[in-house]
């Protein structure tokens, strides 16, 4: 008769083949990976991770863009990760260094140079050359420039982050103004004229800043418009030296300076947003740089006040200008199937898939072809119209990096702690250590 | 010696080679190490090593894409040479210096009342115990509601007092204070349940017998509650201090390290230099300074309350 085994010897046997199975399958993983070589039409199962999207754009993606996208690849499949911006650096950050990121991905304004110097963006541009009828061309000269690095297209913009000037036409007019403002001295006439004060706190801001809410970058990317506007730009062509302690950069900053505390036209951090309805839509200011997604919030959380916000042309100072975010899709270099990959992502930034893209994000789309698209509304178009006066960021690959003295800088100048010379002098120093440090 | 007793030899010792095993085989010391493998595995794989990894990686550049290059100490130097990192130093102190205490305060006189019999206490236990299960994301959410400058209720309730309103996150000086507040909120029912059980542990006789011998209610806590509790004490103060450290859910959420540097703590740093700037070697050197600042405060905290227990 068969001796039954007692509880030790049961635990130890499943013990010890626990350990063993463990063993063989820490031995194996190194050796598992698998290349896929896949004929023209062979199924193959993408991954497509989307920071920039709203609940329309979901329903959109998983009800009608990925579902043509199958039809069109018979027998791929599509999945869909979701993430944000505040914790996607890091995300995609992680993916890559434990080597499992998703085929196609989205990414910020400053990613084109950094992707590319970490070897992990695909190289787009034997496939973009070759392919007419997707049509590259469409795509304005600047927007192509933005994610060209060295030669090589990494990634295909999908989103025109145009930031202009928004106003609200009722407060401007109850001022005494009909137009909005079209150069900095006009500004300042009517930011003044629109302020509403009760003692020492806003009630209305002539001007809206930024917020604390907004992030560490939010003085950055709001002096950035400035800077501009004064002729100025952040780092030297060749990107080996930091252009803040040049004269334009000092003009921009002082007129902030001023605006907050000789004018006192516009708080210190700003006013807050209310959740999703910006300050200037909930009535808190006067006006705003702000980009399409003013219309989209008005549209969707504060339609009542569709006929009292608008957007204008970028002020003039030294010169017209203002910043566009060019935000767009990469190919990852890790993935396994980057033909099959650079198919998804040719599907998506198509025409008309980037127009139900666009129109379900209420973004300014970067293809041309789409400027008279039905879903375009007035303001949007409005909105577009500032792009021949954008500039783009340098394309340095460690922009975030390089970002974080200059914010803290201008922290320093703005709450009145050091004076806006001084603090630009001092950002300027931190950049170019950083820049040498390479 | 011939070759054919050799041949013998050697076979018997083979053969209790084999005996042995077999023997260490049903031994209780095979089935110790067999279980103690996988904890002791996992304590070297997730703790010991990514400690000594990181001690590594703090004296080299390291940007993810590249393999680490050696620097020596450069990092280091950096950390005490850059006046944002030394800020980040000392805003961690402050931090937990102004949490710690006070939390820890609050949550054993909270205890000490909910050790009371009273009617409604199980409700009000929960009530208190509520923001531990709360996720860190919502609870910010909320405070930065709270917190709002125009429509916030914190300024709401501090106008009825006549105090004017206040930016809170926005305000150099009020930012750490504001976080401060909202760690206790969000700890004080943790703290205040292992102060319960502790206070339950108290025998009634000795409250009894100093009731007894005229000691009044104060006197009775600071006399026999207090002197009874100190390895409490020591639990709560040395684990909420390693998790003070370790915040970094409510600066994410609601300043990002500023206003003016001012809730940028060590954590934060090490966030910024790890994923804002991809210097991994960098983000290496702070933890291992942050790693230091615990074991030293948490020697310090033993050392303190254990001597006075002693």
Same mark, same amino acid.
């Given at each position: 008769?068969?001796?039954?085994?007692?509880?030790?010897?049961?635990?130890?046997?499943?013990?010890?083949?626990?350990?063993?199975?463990?063993?063989?399958?820490?031995?194996?993983?190194?050796?598992?990976?698998?290349?896929?070589?896949?004929?023209?039409?062979?199924?193959?199962?993408?991954?497509?991770?989307?920071?920039?999207?709203?609940?329309?754009?979901?329903?959109?993606?998983?009800?009608?863009?990925?579902?043509?996208?199958?039809?069109?690849?018979?027998?791929?499949?599509?999945?869909?990760?979701?993430?944000?911006?505040?914790?996607?650096?890091?995300?995609?950050?992680?993916?890559?260094?434990?080597?499992?990121?998703?085929?196609?991905?989205?990414?910020?304004?400053?990613?084109?140079?950094?992707?590319?110097?970490?070897?992990?963006?695909?190289?787009?541009?034997?496939?973009?050359?070759?392919?007419?009828?997707?049509?590259?061309?469409?795509?304005?000269?600047?927007?192509?420039?933005?994610?060209?690095?060295?030669?090589?297209?990494?990634?295909?913009?999908?989103?025109?982050?145009?930031?202009?000037?928004?106003?609200?036409?009722?407060?401007?007019?109850?001022?005494?103004?009909?137009?909005?403002?079209?150069?900095?001295?006009?500004?300042?006439?009517?930011?003044?004229?629109?302020?509403?004060?009760?003692?020492?706190?806003?009630?209305?801001?002539?001007?809206?800043?930024?917020?604390?809410?907004?992030?560490?970058?939010?003085?950055?990317?709001?002096?950035?418009?400035?800077?501009?506007?004064?002729?100025?730009?952040?780092?030297?062509?060749?990107?080996?030296?930091?252009?803040?302690?040049?004269?334009?950069?000092?003009?921009?900053?002082?007129?902030?300076?001023?605006?907050?505390?000789?004018?006192?036209?516009?708080?210190?951090?700003?006013?807050?947003?209310?959740?999703?309805?910006?300050?200037?839509?909930?009535?808190?200011?006067?006006?705003?740089?702000?980009?399409?997604?003013?219309?989209?919030?008005?549209?969707?959380?504060?339609?009542?006040?569709?006929?009292?916000?608008?957007?204008?042309?970028?002020?003039?100072?030294?010169?017209?200008?203002?910043?566009?975010?060019?935000?767009?899709?990469?190919?990852?270099?890790?993935?396994?199937?980057?033909?099959?990959?650079?198919?998804?992502?040719?599907?998506?930034?198509?025409?008309?898939?980037?127009?139900?893209?666009?129109?379900?994000?209420?973004?300014?789309?970067?293809?041309?072809?789409?400027?008279?698209?039905?879903?375009?509304?007035?303001?949007?178009?409005?909105?577009?119209?500032?792009?021949?006066?954008?500039?783009?960021?340098?394309?340095?690959?460690?922009?975030?990096?390089?970002?974080?003295?200059?914010?803290?800088?201008?922290?320093?100048?703005?709450?009145?702690?050091?004076?806006?010379?001084?603090?630009?002098?001092?950002?300027?120093?931190?950049?170019?250590?950083?820049?040498?440090?390479? | 010696?011939?070759?054919?007793?050799?041949?013998?030899?050697?076979?018997?010792?083979?053969?209790?080679?084999?005996?042995?095993?077999?023997?260490?085989?049903?031994?209780?010391?095979?089935?110790?190490?067999?279980?103690?493998?996988?904890?002791?595995?996992?304590?070297?794989?997730?703790?010991?090593?990514?400690?000594?990894?990181?001690?590594?990686?703090?004296?080299?550049?390291?940007?993810?894409?590249?393999?680490?290059?050696?620097?020596?100490?450069?990092?280091?130097?950096?950390?005490?040479?850059?006046?944002?990192?030394?800020?980040?130093?000392?805003?961690?102190?402050?931090?937990?210096?102004?949490?710690?205490?006070?939390?820890?305060?609050?949550?054993?006189?909270?205890?000490?009342?909910?050790?009371?019999?009273?009617?409604?206490?199980?409700?009000?236990?929960?009530?208190?115990?509520?923001?531990?299960?709360?996720?860190?994301?919502?609870?910010?959410?909320?405070?930065?509601?709270?917190?709002?400058?125009?429509?916030?209720?914190?300024?709401?309730?501090?106008?009825?007092?006549?105090?004017?309103?206040?930016?809170?996150?926005?305000?150099?000086?009020?930012?750490?204070?504001?976080?401060?507040?909202?760690?206790?909120?969000?700890?004080?029912?943790?703290?205040?349940?292992?102060?319960?059980?502790?206070?339950?542990?108290?025998?009634?006789?000795?409250?009894?017998?100093?009731?007894?011998?005229?000691?009044?209610?104060?006197?009775?806590?600071?006399?026999?509650?207090?002197?009874? @509790?100190?390895? /409490?004490? +020591?639990?709560? #103060?040395?684990?909420? %201090?390693?998790?003070? !450290? &370790?915040?970094?859910?409510?600066?994410?959420?609601?300043?990002?390290?500023?206003?003016?540097?001012?809730?940028?703590?060590?954590?934060?740093?090490?966030?910024?230099?790890?994923?804002?700037?991809?210097?991994?070697?960098?983000?290496?050197? @702070?933890?291992? /300074?942050? +790693?230091?600042? #615990?074991?030293?405060? %948490?020697?310090?905290? !033993? &050392?303190?309350?254990?001597?006075?227990?002693?």
């Amino acid at each position: 008769m068969k001796k039954p085994i007692n509880r030790r010897q049961f635990l130890k046997r499943t013990a010890v083949g626990a350990l063993g199975f463990t063993t063989v399958g820490i031995i194996r993983s190194p050796f598992q990976t698998q290349f896929y070589s896949l004929a023209q039409g062979e199924a193959v199962d993408l991954t497509l991770m989307m920071v920039d999207y709203s609940d329309p754009v979901k329903t959109a993606l998983e009800d009608v863009i990925i579902p043509m996208f199958v039809e069109e690849n018979p027998g791929s499949s599509v999945t869909v990760n979701y993430s944000d911006w505040a914790r996607y650096n890091e995300e995609m950050t992680t993916a890559f260094a434990a080597g499992v990121t998703p085929d196609v991905f989205q990414g910020g304004a400053v990613w084109s140079p950094q992707m590319a110097k970490r070897g992990w963006a695909y190289d787009l541009t034997e496939h973009i050359k070759a392919d007419t009828e997707w049509n590259w061309a469409d795509f304005p000269a600047g927007l192509q420039a933005d994610v060209t690095v060295n030669g090589e297209i990494v990634g295909v913009p999908y989103r025109q982050d145009l930031r202009t000037l928004w106003y609200r036409k009722d407060t401007l007019e109850a001022a005494g103004f009909s137009a909005p403002p079209s150069n900095w001295d006009e500004f300042l006439e009517v930011a003044k004229a629109t302020t509403v004060k009760n003692g020492d706190q806003f009630e209305v801001e002539g001007y809206h800043f930024s917020e604390t809410s907004a992030g560490w970058q939010r003085d950055w990317q709001a002096y950035l418009i400035w800077l501009e506007q004064a002729g100025g730009q952040f780092l030297s062509d060749d990107l080996s030296k930091c252009m803040l302690d040049q004269e334009p950069a000092l003009k921009a900053l002082q007129f902030i300076h001023d605006l907050i505390h000789v004018h006192k036209v516009t708080s210190y951090p700003g006013l807050e947003p209310q959740g999703d309805i910006p300050v200037i839509v909930a009535g808190d200011a006067a006006m705003q740089f702000g980009n399409a997604d003013i219309e989209r919030n008005i549209t969707l959380y504060a339609p009542n006040q569709a006929d009292l916000v608008f957007p204008t042309l970028p002020l003039t100072g030294t010169m017209q200008a203002t910043h566009s975010w060019v935000n767009k899709f990469f190919v990852s270099s890790q993935s396994k199937t980057p033909e099959r990959a650079w198919d998804l992502l040719r599907f998506l930034t198509r025409t008309d898939i980037l127009e139900i893209y666009s129109a379900t994000n209420n973004n300014t789309p970067p293809r041309q072809s789409l400027l008279e698209a039905p879903y375009m509304s007035e303001k949007h178009r409005e909105v577009l119209a500032a792009a021949p006066y954008a500039q783009t960021y340098p394309q340095h690959p460690n922009l975030i990096g390089l970002f974080r003295p200059v914010a803290e800088e201008l922290e320093r100048a703005l709450t009145g702690t050091k004076d806006p010379e001084k603090a630009l002098q001092d950002a300027t120093k931190q950049v170019n250590i950083i820049l040498e440090d390479g | 010696m011939d070759v054919v007793t050799q041949t013998r030899a050697t076979k018997q010792q083979r053969k209790s080679l084999g005996q042995r095993l077999y023997k260490f085989y049903n031994s209780q010391t095979f089935v110790a190490i067999l279980f103690l493998i996988v904890p002791v595995g996992l304590l070297i794989i997730l703790k010991i090593y990514p400690i000594f990894y990181n001690l590594y990686l703090s004296f080299t550049r390291y940007e993810l894409f590249e393999p680490p290059k050696y620097v020596g100490l450069k990092n280091y130097r950096y950390v005490f040479e850059n006046s944002v990192t030394r800020q980040s130093i000392w805003n961690t102190l402050l931090f937990t210096i102004e949490a710690v205490p006070l939390g820890a305060a609050l949550a054993l006189i909270v205890a000490k009342l909910l050790d009371e019999n009273f009617y409604g206490k199980i409700m009000y236990r929960t009530l208190y115990y509520l923001p531990v299960i709360s996720s860190i994301v919502v609870s910010a959410m909320i405070f930065r509601w709270i917190f709002n400058p125009q429509q916030g209720l914190l300024n709401y309730f501090i106008g009825l007092i006549g105090i004017p309103p206040q930016t809170w996150l926005s305000d150099p000086n009020l930012a750490l204070p504001s976080l401060v507040m909202v760690t206790i909120w969000g700890s004080i029912g943790g703290n205040m349940i292992i102060f319960l059980a502790g206070l339950q542990d108290i025998p009634g006789e000795v409250l009894e017998a100093a009731k007894v011998d005229g000691a009044n209610a104060l006197q009775r806590f600071t006399h026999i509650t207090i002197p009874l @509790l100190r390895p /409490v004490i +020591l639990f709560v #103060v040395v684990t909420f %201090t390693i998790s003070t !450290f &370790r915040n970094f859910g409510l600066i994410f959420m609601l300043t990002q390290g500023g206003p003016l540097n001012r809730t940028n703590t060590l954590v934060w740093e090490v966030y910024m230099s790890v994923f804002g700037n991809l210097r991994l070697g960098r983000g290496a050197a @702070l933890s291992m /300074v942050m +790693l230091v600042m #615990v074991f030293i405060l %948490t020697l310090l905290s !033993f &050392r303190v309350l254990r001597e006075r227990q002693g």
